[in-house]
């Protein structure tokens, strides 16, 4: 008897249904949960052995359970991302001093420049002191406030997205002048549609002149993909956003006089009526 006892003992410890991260494939459970979960001896905090029994063990049971059958919604989304990361990162060419696009690095910065808000600002700001028409002050004054409404509006949704860019480079001094700070959405590609739709509809310029316009504000939103500096997204959203800003801005248009109130004040040669 104590040698068969012995024998006993030694089988089930040899047995590999035995050991501790195995043992819930020889307990009866619920079939809509994965006995993956189980199948570890690690435990999550909190929770307690199957064996105490009671709601708390049934409880443990349903949070280790497995979720099988995501929706479809979260699965396209998912899929969408991954996809715009990956070509994002691959059309990041110019994003290092080393590659095929680093010899166009320059070149693409500078164009990536000419849709910052600091030049944009500052021009607009020296043609309205220069400037001697009622028409012209008009154009500029609406010009200024489209600017300043692109740049707080880009700036309010990055702070609140807060995306970073597919190869996460910390932002320059320039950046931080004009609160360019977070990927998502594209302030350039915002800005360079918004201006350029605005100078289309208010300039009058030939046809050379207009597809020029076209064809800059479409490669400034990428190359800031080039530059490693935004997804594809960012700079669709970003597209998308500067006709927003356009059409905002052309249905609340300041007229002549109210124009000319705004540089009054500006100038400190504003005399209110009393």
Known sequence: MPSSQTRSRAR?????LNRPEFLSLNQRSNPLCSTLSHQTPFKKRGSRDSSEGGPAADGGVKEDCMQLNPS????????LLAIDISLSKRLGVCAGTRGSGAPLRSMVTLLALSGHALPWLCGTLICLWSSNTLAGQEVLVNLLLALILDLMTVAGMQKLVKRRGPWDFPPGFLDYIAMDTYSFPAAHASR???????????????????????LWAVLVGVSRVLLGKHHLSDVGCGFALGFLHFSLVESVWLDSSTCQTLISIGTLRWTPLV
């Open 72 to 79: 479809f919604r979260g699965i396209a989304i998912n899929s």
């Open 12 to 16: 089930d410890r040899n047995d590999v």
């Open 192 to 214: 360079a549609v918004m201006v350029s739709k605005f100078l289309l509809t208010h300039l009058v310029l030939a046809v050379p002149l207009r597809i020029l316009l076209y």
